[in-house]
């Protein structure tokens, strides 16, 4: 007879301290996974994700959404800051790998939460408008209801800064019809489904670009 998975319970430990070692080491490997994949930041209040790091750690508890954003968030980009500063005073030949150092730069500032969100949030309706038929066609019918050009969104990647400067450029150009297209419940249910908002950040997702 197949034995089931018996489930830790975590109310049989002491909680950890936030502070404590072990406590700081999960939290930061919760945070570098969630950026690292582009997810927005709010999973961390997720049941499932918060099951799988209490049978890692018990007595664990992983933080929530603001104690990320405001804490952890904070350290781990003063860290990265100071660690690039020191790269910079401890290299003679620092031009030759300027142009490393600016994209270094560039993808540990998109690692912020909100950032990270806006851009997972505007890159998730160009994915659904350019692989679903019915999303696209309703794309180009509010381009057309707008006496707008008939033009496609461009995809980012997201090891690349210019590919994403050129997503957020033609995103912003066609705001009026992308704002429309959210408004259909196709679209709020693909954003709904992977707990993303359904508003856009268009005013952030604006200074990301002229930044």
């Known amino acids: 007879m197949k034995k089931k998975l018996r489930l ?15 406590s ?16 927005p930041m709010s999973l961390v209040e997720c049941p499932k994700l918060q099951t799988i790091f209490t049978q890692i750690e018990p007595s664990y508890g992983l933080p929530c959404r603001k104690y990320m954003m ?26 030759g790998c300027g142009d490393h150092l600016i ?23 160009v994915s659904h ?19 707008l050009t008939e033009r496609q969104l461009l995809s980012g990647l997201v090891t690349r800064w210019n590919s994403t400067y050129y997503m957020l450029e033609r995103a912003i150009d066609e705001r009026e019809s992308i704002t429309l297209c959210l408004e259909e419940k196709s679209f709020q249910k693909h954003l709904n489904q992977a707990k993303l908002s359904t508003g856009i950040s268009w005013d952030l997702l604006t200074q990301i670009k002229v930044s």
Not at 8 to 22: A, G, I
Not at 74 to 81: A, C, G, H, P, S
Not at 129 to 147: M, R, T, W
């Open 103 to 125: 994209n270094l730069c560039v993808q540990d500032a998109l690692k912020l939460c909100e950032i990270s969100e806006a851009l997972t949030s505007i890159r998730k309706v």
């Open 24 to 39: 700081q080491y999960l939290t930061r490997l919760a945070a570098e996974f969630l950026i690292y994949n582009l997810l």
């Open 70 to 95: 405001k804490t952890v968030l904070e350290k781990m980009y003063n860290d990265t800051r100071a660690q690039v500063a020191n790269e910079l005073t401890n290299t003679n030949d620092w031009f």
């Open 129 to 147: 408008v350019k692989n679903s038929h019915l999303a696209g066609e309703h794309f180009h019918q509010q381009q057309f209801h707008l006496n």
């Open 8 to 22: 830790t319970k975590k109310s049989q430990f002491t909680s950890l301290p936030l502070d404590n070692e072990r």
